[in-house]
């Protein structure tokens, strides 16, 4: 891999994404030259546009662009959590599954302060496919789902002017517009008052709607109908909402308001029902609300890693793109004593941030560059997102669907109204759960939601529960797991009650929670307990030579000397795992002294490869076989004692030919092993008479495969005594 390329600027927290024509019209003339010649882009310089625009139309056509499965695993991961950055993703160091990317010119990179920044222009995240942790009804999903009409329509009315191919390089306007929320805003304030209304409207039944609905909406009377139902036209206010992006159309038939517009349109509705928070914040704070048993949330980080050490052993299949194996769930399940579905919650969201990616490890880049406690966040933030878990299904994690049936439910508002009423309460303050019902049940939306929901459910083939049920399992249960509300029982009939931690306030006001006190350090001769500073990356490195403990509360690893055996057998050395120990928490003596001796050489032993054993008791004939002309290349020298190594390619045949030539006979599986031919050799090819009288010396008992000849004199071995 070449160096990485250098806008020559330097960046601060919070940096924009940039346009691809920006990025390489940013680099020096060199670096765009060494990138044609990569890559293969035929430059004409009789064409009109310059060298950039040129080599832009051809990266945003590369196959790897347009269909990341073609990248490595750790490659792919890794783009996906640059777009998940909104295209600057700021590193330590340059992690190694970057080398790809910026070789087909898809990522660049440049300097920003003590650390470098990944640059993932605009006009390759608008043309990617959603995936497992991506929200699926956002902006960029929707626009790189839209057919080609739809997607140069928005690219024309943000660009001013007509749109021409490719339009992904149209789509980087459109795409500035909604991810700057203020930008946003002004947008959505030019809309004519019809199209305002219509938008509020739909935003009022759920952010959904299908064609028949939308053209009573904005009452066209003209219905014209295709293979699929009734077709909108392109005059109506419908259309002027699509070719803005706010409305935007989905197959076979279905219309969708963006998250982000959504948030924009929905912020006056959330005014105007204050009071009804003013209501349940007054109901809360009135009255004592303490349960008399509670359930207290735990940090879900210490189980999400301990269940990440697990997938990295050998027993563990998972692929990527399909669900969890259900066995896997059950062994996590009962290996760490936690219920089945809070294993399955916390399997999708960390596959759907790359934790269980072999990546993993590397600590520039996420998820392994984030500390233990910054892990609980990640999983929530990915479960908000809704592409890994959907709470309206029986069996939340997506994965588990095939491809083709993915659709993505409106579970996504029920969220928010959930999220909303949580906000509401204090930390500390104990409510029941029939005031945050209330607050659901009170919502405009509510009941278009259950029409959405039903739906779904005859598209995705399952029965759905309605909002009510969704939102009890989402509060009541999805979020308790996530570390988010505390649960308690009420004093009348036991009614639910619950409350917000301090880090689910935190998730929410998407503030950094105070750090907790200890650092990781050894609690015993073997036990290493994981603290919350921990690099995500190091505590996985420690994943061959270590055994998992309680995960309660922190995470609790074990050095013994049988899994550092075990690691030492597999190839790993002394040194790597006292380094990647270190990294973590400093060494105790015992630690250090099992480390000392585990590397410590008693001997040296040479491998030799050989064909096979030749066992010889008589030291006579072994000498003998290895020291005449006729055998001597035959055999291993030194060869141990009672026998002789054979040379790798002798085989058997030959093996017994030449020793016969000496009178020796070679048993093979209790026989004498006979020459395939039958021919006997010329004068002359036999053995040599020995000099002197001196005769072969007797033969051994049992396991010798010598016996003692005679020798005629025309060298042709004599009849086997006693034959």
Known sequence: ????????????????????????????????????????????????????TQVARALVGLPEARDPMQLPGPTRELLYRIAEARGVLRVEALPPAVSPLVARGIVFARSAGDGVELILPIAFMVQLRAWSGDDPRGSRALLAQANLDVAAAVAGHYLGRPATPPLSLAL?????????????????????????????????VGGEVDTEELLDLEREPLRLRGATGATPTRRGVGFALERRGFLVPIHPNRHVVPSEVGHIVGAQRRAEREAQRREIRSFVLGVDHAPRRARFARDPAPLAMAMALVAREPASDVRPGIGTPRSLLSRLATRFGAEPDEVALLAALSRAIGLWDGSAIATSSPPGSATVQELGRALFEAWRRGGAWDDARPDGEVLRVAAEARDSSAVGVLREMVLDALREL?????????????????????????????????????????????????????????GVVDLGEGEQDGAPTLRITSRGRSYLEDSSPTMRPGPSAFVDHQVLRVGPAARVGQVLAVAPFVEIGSVAGALELMVTPGALSLALGAGLESELIRARLEAIAPLPDPIERLLTQAAAVLGRAEYVQTQGFLWVEDSEIRELLRTRRQTADLFVDPSPPSGLLITPGVDVEKLARRCRTLGIEVVVDGEVYRTRSLTPPPRGSGARKLDGQSSVPPARSGKTTGTRRKRSSMGIPAIKRGS
Do not use: C
Request: glycine residues 6%; charged residues 30%; positive net charge.
């Open 1 to 52: 891999m070449t160096n990485p390329t250098s806008t020559g600027r330097r960046s601060a927290p919070g940096s924009r994404a940039l346009r691809l024509l920006e990025v390489l019209r940013a680099l020096p003339e060199r670096e765009v030259t060494a990138l044609v010649e990569r890559v293969g882009i035929p430059i004409d310089p009789q064409k009109r546009i310059d060298v950039p």
């Open 426 to 482: 204090s930390d500390g303050q104990w409510a029941p759960w029939e005031a945050v019902a209330a607050y659901v049940r009170a919502d405009s939306r509510t009941p278009g939601l259950g029409r959405l929901l039903q739906r779904w459910g005859q598209r995705a083939q399952v029965t759905p529960p309605m909002p009510a049920e969704i939102a009890r399992r989402i509060a009541l249960e999805t979020l308790h797991r996530l």
């Open 172 to 204: 980087e306007g459109a795409w500035e517009v909604f991810n700057d929320p203020q930008a946003l805003e002004r947008e959505v304030e030019q809309l004519a008052p019809m199209e305002r209304k219509l938008l509020r409207t739909i935003e009022k």
